[in-house]
């Protein structure tokens, strides 16, 4: 499908804060690279219709461009840039908040056969695909909808039902429908997903969190990994330093209060897993970071 259409919705209807009249529907317009920044993906749908994204998780990058998408099913720490974006061609993209709740409910309505449980283990949380015309088509009619104040109540609700129908039945659907059962291995790595970031400044014990996440220990742990490309203790680590990031920019200069407050007990531990992660010692990031405007964590990954 031409993508034309798709980015001069995009550019008509793209706001600072990234939000449209559509609730849970997201538009970026970029018009430069920007350095990497850490954020959380948030569960979105993105589809790129101009310019490209490098998003990293772990030790996975994933770089996405016009015609392609991502879905993220897990609220993960990544690190994301637009990479290629400039005044005259700026990076468009379009963001489809995802929930669990409307993902079931297309399930439920669908009945069983194509859109049956596969078995196995959990999927990786992030995954980037080409997209077919027939989700190009969707997003495009949904966006439409922009101009169009009167239908919009009625209508949007359906085309946003027809997008997830289309992921749930795509190449990424084994990833989807996991996310909108609550029983499968992707919501229970969700679960444990979700504690940890609430009690991130806390210690815990990877026994503990499988055991309230309803898994056995060695599942739990293999699970954990392919969803979010770390360990579990690795995740709190990326989750505390990110937290501190943004309590950084103001109180820049309570660096060990800093520290303390997400859970580091030792100041010399923190400044070099601080240092290690940005490039920078706290004191020096925080400084540089006063002049800068974060994107919100829940925007396109």
Known sequence: MDLD??????????????????????????????????????????????????????ERVFEYGPGQYLVASVDLP??????????GRPALGFGLVLEPSAVAELLL?????????????????????????????????????????????????????????????????????????????????????????????????????????GMGVSAFYLNFQAVTAMSPIQFQKQIRLQEARLLLTTHPGDVTGVGRRVGYDNPSQFSREYRRQFGAPPSQDAARLRNTVRTPAHLLP
């Open 109 to 213: 309505g669908a009945g069983h056969g194509d859109t049956s449980r596969m078995s196995g283990g959990a999927p990786s949380g992030i995954a980037v695909s080409d997209a077919p015309a027939a989700l190009l088509d969707a997003v495009v009619r949904l966006l439409r909808l922009l101009d169009e104040p009167r239908d919009r109540a009625v209508l949007a609700p359906l085309v946003k039902r027809e997008i997830l129908w289309r992921l749930i039945t795509g190449e990424q659907g084994a990833t989807v429908r996991q996310f909108g059962l609550a029983d499968s291995s992707l919501s229970h790595i969700s679960r444990a997903v979700r504690w940890i970031r609430e009690h991130y400044a806390q210690p815990f014990r990877v026994e503990d969190v499988a055991r309230r996440s």
């Open 78 to 87: 990544v690190t994301g840039q637009f990479i290629q974006a400039e005044p």
């Open 5 to 58: 259409e798709l980015r001069t919705l995009l550019a008509r209807h793209a706001r600072p804060d990234w939000t449209t009249a559509v609730d849970g529907v997201l538009i970026s317009k970029v018009d430069r690279p920007d350095p990497p920044a850490p954020s959380m993906s948030g569960t979105v749908l993105a589809v790129i219709a101009q310019g490209a994204k490098r998003l990293a998780l772990g």
